[in-house]
T-cell receptor, first 113, second 117 residues
Framework: DQQVKQNSPSLSVQEGRISILNCDYT??????FLWYKKYPAEGPTFLISISSIKDKNEDGRFTVFLNKSAKHLSLHIVPSQPGDSAVYFC????????????FGKGTRLHILP | NAGVMQNPRHLVRRRGQEARLRCSPM?????VYWYRQLPEEGLKFMVYLQKENIIDESGMPKERFSAEFPKEGPSILRIQQVVRGDSAAYFC???????????????FGQGTRLTVV
């Protein structure tokens, strides 16, 4: 029962262009949506999050868009840089006493020179 | 302020042995989460602990796996009688308060890569 789906295992984008990573979820009760970035042999690092009551959150080159009616969110990175090459995990969080982050399978982003 | 520390980074065990994975959360963090990443898979939640309490263990296999977070010392994920299918990267994360509200960020360690031979 996969609650968070990242349907693209990998994505290649030219340096300087926009990278768009997509994520779908099944449970309307999630309170927050998060993006984590992971380099090989390292732990995931938090990138950006968005509350379920918002539809957009921006932080520098990173913007997350939330479409609740479609149960879809996306991460936009612009302009893409070589250091952005990594695996990006979409994740969700429901706030209650048993809260925990649920991750998708990840999308590997390759930034091409 | 050191980050989340996991040790060992790499652990090799023969089938049937026990594996002990340690996680020292960031200073001031009393909430610990363990995740497992199988090859080519995402991170699967295993267990959420607060000091001396297991809050949610819904992701833990019913047998051979246990976790603790004592009042003093690191959190321990223990796998008894390991099998080849336990080979994975195990990540620990911590937060100062329960996630949500103003704080949605959990800080991850670098992981322990367990190989069962």
């Amino acid at each position: 029962d996969q609650q968070v789906k990242q349907n693209s295992p990998s994505l290649s984008v030219q340096e300087g262009r926009i990278s768009i990573l997509n994520c779908d979820y099944t449970n309307s009760m999630f309170d927050y949506f998060l993006w984590y970035k992971k380099y090989p042999a390292e732990g995931p690092t938090f990138l950006i999050s968005i509350s379920s009551i918002k539809d957009k959150n921006e932080d520098g080159r990173f913007t997350v868009f939330l479409n609740k009616s479609a149960k879809h969110l996306s991460l936009h990175i612009v302009p893409s840089q070589p250091g952005d090459s990594a695996v990006y995990f979409c994740a969700t969080l429901k706030v209650n006493r048993d809260d925990k982050i649920i991750f998708g399978k990840g999308t590997r982003l390759h930034i091409l020179p | 302020n050191a980050g989340v520390m996991q040790n060992p980074r790499h652990l090799v065990r023969r089938r049937g042995q026990e594996a002990r994975l340690r996680c020292s959360p960031m200073k001031g963090h009393s909430h610990v989460y363990w995740y497992r990443q199988l090859p080519e898979e995402g991170l699967k939640f295993m267990v959420y602990l607060q000091k001396e309490n297991i809050i949610d263990e819904s992701g833990m296999p019913k047998e051979r796996f246990s976790a603790e977070f004592p009042k003093e010392g690191p959190s321990i994920l223990r796998i008894q009688q390991v099998v080849r299918g336990d080979s994975a990267a195990y990540f620990c994360a911590s937060s100062p308060v329960p996630l949500g509200g103003v704080d949605t960020e959990a800080f991850f360690g670098q992981g322990t890569r367990l190989t069962v031979v």
